[in-house]
T-cell receptor
Framework: EIVLTQSPGTLSLSPGERATLSCRASQSVRSGYLAWYQQKPGQTPRLLIFNASNRATGIPDRFSGSGSGTDFTLTISRLEPEDFAVYYC?????????FGQGTKVEIK | EVQLVESGGGLVQPGGSLRLSCAASGFIFSKFWMSWVRQAPGRGLEWLANIKEDGSERNYEDSVKGRFTISRDNGKNSLYLQMNTLRGEDTAIYYCATGGSWFINWGQGTPITVSS
């Protein structure tokens, strides 16, 4: 099983700032098969990124994903008020699919 | 518009069983892998199982293998999760989602509480 470790646990930033979220895998994720999701309180997860760097339909271009192997990054170039939420990475390079424990991006 | 509506959740005693359903609409259900994902209260997301478009392939997370069974009825545009021998740690909101790899569309979820 691939264990995904996200850091930091909480990121305190102000609107307009840049957010950099990390997802590290316990072993290489085949072909960069990694996705990122956003979840706001009381809502279902929303797919942001798949295949490590491809934005899902309707996702603003301030969200970008990068990485390969064991190290992946989600970057939000300029935080908007609606971006404060919990973010999860998830791999699908093998079974079982697993999620990271999440990074909370909170307003500073 | 894609819609996924889960049902069948509720309160169940440890060792009990439940069958969840997910009614799909707004897309060609028979052409998509489908998955179940859960989220325990205040916790993160956990993938449970997925099933191929025609039901010929199913995969499970280790903690539910042998206890949970995923199935589908393409004629009814429905996905199911039969859950047996339920434990306290199965308490969570259960979501169905489109996709077998990444998950594009999610239902609103159905809550399950396992408690005596």
């Amino acid at each position: 099983e691939i264990v995904l470790t996200q850091s930091p646990g909480t990121l305190s930033l102000s609107p307009g700032e840049r957010a950099t979220l990390s997802c590290r895998a316990s072993q290489s994720v085949r072909s960069g098969y990694l996705a990122w999701y956003q979840q706001k309180p009381g809502q279902t997860p929303r797919l942001l990124i798949f295949n490590a760097s491809n934005r899902a339909t309707g996702i603003p271009d301030r969200f970008s994903g990068s990485g390969s192997g064991t190290d992946f990054t989600l970057t939000i170039s300029r935080l908007e008020p609606e971006d404060f939420a919990v973010y999860y990475c998830q791999h699908y390079g093998s079974f079982p699919r697993t999620f990271g424990q999440g990074t909370k991006v909170e307003i500073k | 518009e894609v819609q996924l509506v889960e049902s069948g959740g509720g309160l169940v005693q440890p060792g009990g069983s439940l069958r969840l359903s997910c009614a799909a609409s707004g897309f060609i259900f028979s052409k998509f892998w489908m998955s179940w994902v859960r989220q325990a209260p205040g916790r993160g997301l956990e993938w449970l199982a997925n099933i191929k478009e025609d039901g010929s392939e199913r995969n499970y997370e280790d903690s539910v293998k042998g206890r949970f069974t995923i199935s589908r009825d393409n004629g009814k545009n429905s996905l199911y999760l039969q859950m047996n021998t339920l434990r306290g740690e199965d308490t969570a909101i259960y979501y169905c989602a489109t996709g077998g790899s990444w998950f594009i569309n999610w239902g609103q979820g159905t809550p399950i509480t396992v408690s005596s």
